[in-house]
């Protein structure tokens, strides 16, 4: 697929426009059977931006990220891990909802490597409106994203990573194209998880969650 980069404003726009210019991205096939992109949102100078995987069944309908039952479960988290829900940006990294249909009912199908990489552009703009300190990738999707094919979330999690060098394409994220405003912005670190949905579908539910929050506070701790 072509992928998302023809669909951005060439001018550096806020986060309103690119949330504009993604409803009408085409930058690969999953736009067709989708309803609606599914941008990130949240408090626009957040500290913390959350990357989850592709906005899912509920988050398609409403077109927006986290409005189902591992948003509720990540607010939960997110609270009791200490970090200030009223201060978050939440995301995805692959911004239609990717499924098959089964009789009447769609179901979630995993995105490939390739709606991955096309749909990275609107991360990575995302990120230069909102120079976080910290990123939190939640799952493997997000880690394909942001550390590459090679990271695995299983073994590197609740880890506090330097930024950019852990990116898979450290030059988007380089000081120049991050801050497009001149400011100084703070170096930002990244954090990686597991994904709420996979605390959801967990033989022992108690325990995932217990490993979600303590990687949450590792993040919460960063920051203070
Ligand atoms: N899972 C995700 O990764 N993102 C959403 O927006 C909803 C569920
Ligand atoms: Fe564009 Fe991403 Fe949707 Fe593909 S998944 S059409 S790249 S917004």
Redesign the pocket.
Known sequence: ?P??RQ?IPPQAGTLAELRTA?AG????????D?TQ?V?GRGDESARVVFVGE?PGDLEDQHGLPFVGPAGRLLRRAVDDAGLDPAHLYITNA???F?HELRGRRRIHQT?DQV?IV?????LVAEFARLRPELVVVLGATAAKALLGPAFRVTRQRGALLPWPAAAEHPQDFTRASVDDTGTDAPAARLLATIHPSAVLRADNQEIAYRGLVDDLTVAARALT
């Open positions: 697929p992928g998302a669909f993604a991205c085409r930058g690969c096939e999953l736009h067709r989708a992109t941008f592709q692959v911004k239609h990717r995105p709606h096309a749909c990275r552009p609107w």
